[in-house]
T-cell receptor
Framework: GNSVTQMEGPVTLSEEAFLTINCTYT??????LFWYVQYPGEGLQLLLK?????DKGSNKGFEATYRKETTSFHLEKGSVQVSDSAVYFC??????????????FGTGTRLTIIP | DGGITQSPKYLFRKEGQNVTLSCEQN?????MYWYRQDPGQGLRLIYY???????QKGDIAEGYSVSREKKESFPLTVTSAQKNPTAFYLC??????????????FGEGSRLTVL
C-alpha cells in the first residue's frame, strides 16, 4: 500500500535559518505529492503540490521538488520566519489506484521558529 | 466566502453517549471526507463520500457513522462503540478526480473530549 515517511520532529530553528523537512514515499502508480500546513488550532491548508516527476511546487518562499528516482519530496525554505511555526504534513494522492482524492498523510513535523 | 464550516469547535462527552459533529461546505464540491488526528499519528481517514447518498469506509471506520443526504453536508456521529474517541476531527472536501489534482480543503476542526 501507499505510505509517506517524513522527518520526525519537533524541529526548532532560529529566525532566518535554512529549513529542510524530509519526506519520502512509497506508492504504486503515479502519485501527486503535497505539503499541507497546520497552524495552531486550525485545520490543514495546502502549501504546495507537484503532480509529476521533476515538477517543483512553490508557495510563500517554500519549495519542494518531486524526485521520482529517490521517491522524495523534501520541503525547503531559505530563510524562515516566526510566522512559519506550524505543523507540516507531507501527503500523496494516487488517483490511478483509488480513483478519488483519498490522500495518504505522513505523521507531521512540528516546526518552531525562535526570534 | 466559500469554505468548510465545522461545529462545534469544542465538545465534551460523557462515556456511553453518541455525539454528532457537523460539517457544511459551500464550495460545490462533490467529495467529502472525515479524518481523525491524534498526536504523533498524522491524519487517518474515517469515512469519505463521493456523491450524495453514498459513502465508503476509510481506514478506521469502526465506532463511527456518517450520512450524506445533501451535497453540502456530511455529519459524523461518534458512537459509544468507539473505544477511544478523544481526538481532533477534521472534515474536508474536494472536487471529483481530475478536477482538483488531489487538493483537499479542510475545515478548522472539532476537538472532542470524553470525560
Amino acid at each position: 500500500g501507499n505510505s509517506v515517511t517524513q522527518m520526525e520532529g519537533p524541529v526548532t530553528l532560529s529566525e532566518e535559518a535554512f529549513l529542510t523537512i524530509n519526506c519520502t514515499y512509497t506508492a504504486t502508480g503515479y502519485p501527486s505529492l503535497f505539503w499541507y500546513v497546520q497552524y495552531p488550532g486550525e485545520g490543514l491548508q495546502l502549501l504546495l503540490k507537484a503532480t509529476k516527476a521533476d515538477d517543483k511546487g512553490s508557495n510563500k518562499g517554500f519549495e519542494a521538488t518531486y524526485r521520482k528516482e529517490t521517491t522524495s519530496f523534501h520541503l525547503e525554505k531559505g530563510s524562515v520566519q516566526v510566522s512559519d511555526s506550524a505543523v507540516y504534513f507531507c501527503a500523496l494522492s494516487d488517483q490511478i489506484n483509488f480513483g478519488n482524492e483519498k490522500l495518504t498523510f505522513g505523521t507531521g513535523t512540528r516546526l518552531t521558529i525562535i526570534p | 466566502d466559500g469554505g468548510i464550516t465545522q461545529s462545534p469547535k469544542y465538545l465534551f462527552r460523557k462515556e456511553g453517549q453518541n455525539v454528532t459533529l457537523s460539517c457544511e461546505q459551500n464550495l460545490n464540491h462533490d467529495a467529502m471526507y472525515w479524518y481523525r488526528q491524534d498526536p504523533g499519528q498524522g491524519l487517518r481517514l474515517i469515512y469519505y463520500s463521493q456523491i450524495v447518498n453514498d459513502f465508503q469506509k476509510g481506514d478506521i471506520a469502526e465506532g463511527y457513522s456518517v450520512s450524506r443526504e445533501k451535497k453540502e453536508s456530511f455529519p459524523l456521529t461518534v458512537t459509544s462503540a468507539q473505544k477511544n474517541p478523544t481526538a481532533f476531527y477534521l472534515c474536508a472536501s474536494s472536487p471529483l478526480p481530475g478536477q482538483g489534482a488531489g487538493e483537499l480543503f479542510f475545515g478548522e476542526g472539532s476537538r472532542l473530549t470524553v470525560l
